[in-house]
């Protein structure tokens, strides 16, 4: 075949959909192995290749990594026994945790590995694109590794929480997928969608243990700590997340503070994370709950009701 031929042959002028034409350049027959965005345009959905930049000195194997990377393996090994059972093979996890606790992280580095070995990764922001994105993807790709990534869980299905139901499970569930879900506020989710075959496991992440307090000093300072500081340091951090790790590391290795200095200030700022924006989740709850049942009952009316909602929000900012 000469290079012209090859040429023409790889060269798509056109795509058809019916009787509709639309020019094109060259096409893929498959995904090149990534991490997606899943958008949309007059022109239809489209999947749009992401770099995923993951920091080389936080890739420690943590408990919470090594269970998650555990599952989603053996999820990929056992399609045959869900085929047999006659079950969809797909599967759903929250992960949620208190901010700062590496949720990200940690799906960074399983994403890496789904790329790793050649598979697809769709980040999704917008529900229904995300079921039409899948339904099209097995069309051209039914084999396929794919995990979701579902960020901020909480705010998603506020925002489009019956297509992700039927996604996960209803009409438009599809198989060959595994949905990975992270919250900081675990409550927020309603019941109805911390179920199996919607959400199948919800796992939480605590603060790091010993060893990966350990593990993650040593991997940020390497040889140019000794290692009995480096255990120090993981002893004295106990209940801290990683973002209260990092900011104990700038402050004693780069700035020069002392720890003792360093951990009074970090103890006083609250590792648990649970807040409303400054405002206390739990005495939020409590108190828009006392006011949902005051209007039930009609002791007050919608409009004054609004109102306090809204300055017990801004009281809170």
């Given amino acids: 075949m000469s290079k012209v031929e090859q040429l023409l042959e790889n060269l798509t002028q056109f795509t058809r959909t019916g009787n509709l034409f639309r020019s094109a350049g060259t096409t893929e027959k498959i995904l090149e192995a990534g991490v997606y965005n899943i958008g949309a345009d007059m022109r239809g959905l489209f999947f749009e290749k992401v770099e995923v930049k993951t920091d080389a000195l936080i890739k420690i194997n943590t408990s919470k990594y090594n269970y998650l990377m555990e599952e989603i393996n053996k999820f990929w090994e056992s399609k045959n026994k869900f085929t047999d059972l006659g079950f969809v093979n797909k599967r759903a996890f929250i992960v949620h945790s208190a901010p700062g606790m590496g949720k990200?992280?940690?799906?960074?580095?399983?994403?890496?590995?789904?790329?790793?070995?050649?598979?697809?990764?769709?980040?999704?922001?917008?529900?229904?694109?995300?079921?039409?994105?899948?339904?099209?993807?097995?069309?051209?790709?039914?084999?396929?590794?794919?995990?979701?990534?579902?960020?901020?869980?909480?705010?998603?299905?506020?925002?489009?929480?019956?297509?992700?139901?039927?996604?996960?499970?209803?009409?438009?569930?599809?198989?060959?997928?595994?949905?990975?879900?992270?919250?900081?506020?675990?409550?927020?989710?309603?019941?109805?969608?911390?179920?199996?075959?919607?959400?199948?496991?919800?796992?939480?992440?605590?603060?790091?243990?010993?060893?990966?307090?350990?593990?993650?000093?040593?991997?940020?300072?390497?040889?140019?700590?000794?290692?009995?500081?480096?255990?120090?340091?993981a002893k004295v951090t106990k209940d801290y997340s990683f973002a209260h790790m990092k900011e104990f590391l700038v402050s004693v290795c780069c700035l020069g503070n002392t720890i003792e200095d360093t951990l009074e200030r970090l103890n006083s700022m609250a590792p648990e994370g649970y807040t409303y924006g400054g405002y206390d989740e739990s005495k939020f709850q409590e108190e828009f709950k006392q006011l949902q049942e005051s209007a039930l009952l009609g002791r007050i009316n919608r409009v004054p009701l609004a109102n306090q909602i809204l300055q017990s929000l801004n009281e809170g900012k």
């Fill in 104 to 233: 990200s992280c940690v799906f960074k580095q399983v994403m890496e590995n789904m790329v790793k070995a050649s598979n697809i990764t769709f980040i999704a922001t917008h529900t229904g694109l995300l079921a039409e994105a899948v339904k099209e993807f097995r069309e051209v790709e039914p084999e396929r590794k794919l995990l979701v990534i579902l960020e901020e869980l909480d705010e998603m299905v506020y925002n489009g929480g019956k297509a992700l139901s039927d996604l996960l499970d209803g009409p438009n569930s599809i198989g060959d997928v595994f949905y990975l879900a992270s919250t900081n506020y675990i409550d927020r989710i309603p019941a109805r969608m911390k179920r199996p075959s919607r959400f199948d496991r919800i796992v939480e992440m605590g603060p790091p243990s010993e060893e990966d307090r350990y593990e993650y000093f040593k991997a940020k300072l390497g040889l140019n700590e000794e290692d009995d500081k480096i255990r120090q340091y």
